[in-house]
């Protein structure tokens, strides 16, 4: 499906360890919160 030069994100953190800043978590609930309250 993929050449060795392609890649495929799926999302934009870069995990450097295995757990996620709080801080992180809470930004992305704020964001996802906002886009599904717009009236599209």
């Not at 993929?2 to 964001?31: M, N, R, W």
Request: glycine fraction near 2%.
């Amino acid at each position: 499906m993929f050449t060795k030069k392609e890649t495929c994100a799926t999302h934009g953190i870069i995990k450097k360890d295995s757990k996620v800043p709080k801080k992180e978590i809470e930004k992305a609930e704020k964001l996802r919160i906002e886009y599904f309250d717009q009236d599209n």
